[in-house]
């Protein structure tokens, strides 16, 4: 099975496909962490802003709450 490992934070990374395993390298490539333990969070978060971005539909049609705080 055709496998490789990140160099910058060492993630392996394998598929049946080479295909496939050259399309996983690209996407991680781009969301790569660079050190383990670090964010990987591709979106930055503003503490102070985390009310929702669109309060129309923060509840469903029964009014219960659609994302969890």
């Given at each position: 099975m055709p496998e490789s490992s990140c160099p910058e934070c060492g993630k392996r990374l394998f598929h049946e496909n080479e295909d496939t395993l050259k399309v996983q390298e690209t996407v991680?490539?781009?969301?790569?962490?660079?050190?383990m333990g670090e964010t990987h969070s591709y979106m930055h978060?503003?503490?102070?802003?985390?009310?929702?971005?669109?309060?129309e539909r923060e509840n469903d049609s029964t009014g219960t709450p659609v994302l969890k705080k």
């Open positions: 991680h490539s781009k969301f790569c962490r660079k050190k978060r503003d503490p102070a802003h985390m009310s929702t971005f669109d309060p």
